[in-house]
């Protein structure tokens, strides 16, 4: 029996050598022989230098290099390819989802369960981050036919059988936590505190966070369109009860001016309806857009990552 641990790196200088000692106490406490692929995601400081060093010292730490930032997602799909073990883990460079508490997964594996996923009882982060992630999970929850966990992340263990289902996945823009939890399988979540971040700088800024979440919305439910085919429906229906009150108190000024309704003159309320209706026109375009964006993106079929080099790994071509 083998364990897999895929760890997606991009600028973790500062935090690899701590990461390297915790996961390799922890994997003593395993009972079984395991792996750690880094995947170097396009990196700009000595992260890849760290990876090969630490590959010549233990030759259970395996290195893939990116060709450039392909991002996240793509980062732990590559590794997930490459990964050779009977359950294979994603793990956070940034330690923020301790290695510790992987014993607790593989308990559970063990007991039968295919899919083991980190649920977050407490964030060490700012409010809003949080706020934000709350609120993403919860709207996930509400308009994905998937039933996606609230407040889990990818930190988590999947079965061998799950993994080869990921691996034959074609989409290019990836949300991981979606598709393990779209597999289906026997699936189970273990509570546990996220911790701050050991070193460095956060990685998932704003604009990633808000690019994550719109793969994980537009991927995972048509809720949007369907939001736009209703808005369409009510803004018809608001405009033709406003055509009726206009030509009503038209036909009957004297009567709606005594009741202090009288006519409305100039093109105040039609410039205000013309910019409404045209802002409601351009919201639905750009949701549509997403959608033929990502069909784009799945129809020139290119490779979801380019691997540049590698440690201790022989690179296989995704055939996605």
């Known amino acids: 029996m083998k364990i897999s641990v895929v760890i997606p790196c991009y600028n973790e200088e500062a935090v690899l050598p701590e990461l390297f000692r915790r996961v390799t106490s922890a994997g003593q406490t395993w009972g079984c022989d395991w792996e750690a692929v880094c995947v170097d995601d396009g990196s700009a400081d000595r992260t890849w230098e760290l990876i090969v060093r630490q590959h010549q010292r233990d030759s259970r730490w395996l290195g893939l290099s990116l060709s450039r930032n392909f991002g996240h997602q793509s980062a732990v799909s590559a590794g997930l390819f490459h990964a050779q073990g009977d359950a294979v ?14 014993s607790r997964f593989l308990e559970k594996w063990r007991a039968g369960f295919q899919v083991v996923y980190g649920v977050r009882t407490l964030r060490k982060e700012g409010w809003f981050k949080r706020a934000c992630y709350w609120g993403f999970y919860r709207l996930l929850a509400r308009v994905s036919p998937t039933n996606i966990p609230l407040d889990s992340g990818d ?9 080869e289902v990921l691996r034959q996945m074609p989409e290019r823009n990836r949300f991981v936590r979606g598709l393990r ?26 604009r990633r966070l808000s690019r994550l979440a719109l793969d994980g919305l537009f991927s995972f439910s048509t809720v949007p369109l369907s939001l736009v085919s209703q ?12 055509i009726l009150w206009t030509l009503t108190t038209k036909l009957f000024s004297d009567y709606f001016a005594q009741w202090g309704f009288p006519p409305v003159q100039g093109f105040t309320t039609i410039v205000i309806s013309v910019l409404f209706l045209g802002g409601i026109q351009l919201l639905s375009l750009g949701i549509i857009g997403e959608y033929l964006g990502r069909v784009y993106d799945e129809v020139k079929r290119r490779p979801p990552w380019v691997i540049a080099d590698s440690a201790g790994v022989e690179v296989q071509t995704p055939d996605l």
């Open 231 to 242: 808005a369409g429906l009510w803004i018809s229906g608001l405009a033709l009860l406003g």
């Open 181 to 206: 939890a779209w597999a289906g399988f026997r699936q189970v979540g273990v509570e546990y505190e996220r911790d701050a971040r050991l070193a460095g700088e956060a990685k998932y800024t704003l």
């Open 155 to 163: 930190f988590c263990l999947m079965d061998r059988r799950v993994v």
């Open 89 to 102: 883990v994603v793990l956070d460079a940034d330690l923020q989802d301790p290695p510790e508490v992987l």
